[in-house]
């Protein structure tokens, strides 16, 4: 694995995690008032949308104050022809503050396996053993996007993506949402480890996240927070659903589905 790309990794990572440790300060004048953390958003418009959405969320500054986060997730994913690839019921911790520690654990053949992020540093262990068999970009790629999942939008803060609105959409279902469109660019940030184009699309009445689509070098997905959860103050996905879609957003197939459990936040 190139250095440049596992870095780029670890950056994004951190970005995510770190976002904990650089609480708002109160200040009583406007000398000394922090900036607004949605300052670097040029369009006015996906600006307005995102401070909804993250109101609605729970809100930026009680999501800067959680120091853990515990919940149980379980997984299937599904091949084209709809037989299960693979699965797992796993425990996850991220603790926040004082410093970044994510561990992820779950039983396989009556081996436990756990999947670790300390100072910068992932390993995988079987049985306390270390694995030394998997890829780290690979055990990192694991790692973002399960943290990935349950920071939106508070991530979407990130100043090297890209928003844009793009306006309201009618779903499917008859379900008004807007669009706010991110764009992952890694030439001009080291933290972005591939172009990637999400459209998120927020409920256009609570402004909590109805699903979102993602384009990646080679396919589009579809993901719909089929219901949510709330615990200590803050909005989870609770059941999600994955779909391999077309660049219209039309269903190909179910990759996978996803039950998130059990969350406990701590402050």
């Known amino acids: 694995m190139k250095i440049a790309l596992f870095n780029a990794l670890i950056g994004c990572l951190t970005i995510i995690l770190s976002m904990h440790s ?137 100043p090297g993506v890209e928003l844009s609105y793009v306006g309201p959409k009618t779903l499917p279902d008859g379900k008004t949402v807007e669009v706010l469109k991110a764009v992952y660019n890694p030439a001009k940030n080291e933290n972005h480890s591939t172009r990637d184009i999400w459209w998120h699309y927020f409920d256009a009445e609570s402004f909590l996240e109805n699903s979102y689509m993602v384009q990646h070098a080679d396919h589009f997905s579809m993901v719909q927070n089929v219901s949510m959860a709330e615990a200590g103050g803050i909005h989870f996905p609770k059941e999600r659903k994955s779909y391999r879609v077309d660049e219209s957003g039309n269903i190909l197939y179910l990759r996978a589905t996803y039950d998130y459990r059990k969350y406990e936040v701590q402050y």
Do not use: M
């Open 22 to 158: 650089c609480q708002l300060k109160e200040s009583p004048n406007k000398e000394t008032a922090q900036p607004s953390p949605f300052a670097h958003i040029s369009d006015q418009k996906a600006k307005d949308l995102l401070e909804k959405a993250i109101a609605s969320a729970g809100g930026l500054e009680r999501w800067k104050r959680v120091k853990d986060v515990h919940f149980e997730k379980e997984f299937a994913l599904y091949t084209e022809s709809g037989e299960i690839e693979n699965g797992a019921v796993q425990s996850h911790h991220y603790r926040f503050q004082p410093r970044s520690v994510v561990d992820i654990s779950w039983q396989k053949d009556d081996e436990q396996h756990v999947l670790s992020y300390r100072e910068n540093k992932v390993q995988k262990t079987i049985n306390t053993k270390v694995d030394t068999t998997v890829n780290p970009q690979s055990l990192l790629n694991n790692i973002l996007s399960a943290t990935f999942v349950v920071s939106i939008p508070f991530n979407l803060l990130d």
